[in-house]
Nanobody
């Protein structure tokens, strides 16, 4: 069983920045992909960005050039640096980790508002 704990969400003005972190703990053998999904009110959950153990990344078109995903394999931690935030980035952000199955964090709220 893998436990994911997210942090770093909050309220930010348009154009601002936030950094999300997600640390994995528990019975970890070998985490492969880690990343972030988000779900806005009334919308389906969508991929934001993922990163493999080797550092390969994939981003949603809507966040390319604004968000950067990174990870520390030794700490089983993934980060999401979010810059130039827009109103439409408002959502609950969920961390994921693939390790003999997909695990989800509890979610952290990001609100972009003036």
């Amino acid at each position: 069983q893998v436990h994911l704990v997210e942090s770093g969400g909050g309220l930010v003005q348009p154009g601002g920045s936030l950094r999300l972190s997600c640390a994995a703990s528990g019975s970890i053998f070998s985490i492969k992909t880690m990343g972030w999904y988000r779900q806005a009110p009334g919308k389906q959950r969508e991929l934001v960005a993922v990163i493999t153990t080797g550092g390969s990344t994939n981003y949603a078109d809507s966040v390319k050039g604004r968000f950067t995903i990174s990870r520390d394999n030794a700490k089983n931690t993934v980060y999401l640096q979010m810059n130039s935030l827009k109103f439409e980035d408002t959502a609950v952000y969920y961390c994921i980790a693939d390790e003999m199955g997909r695990y989800w964090g509890q979610g952290t709220q990001v609100t972009v508002s003036s």
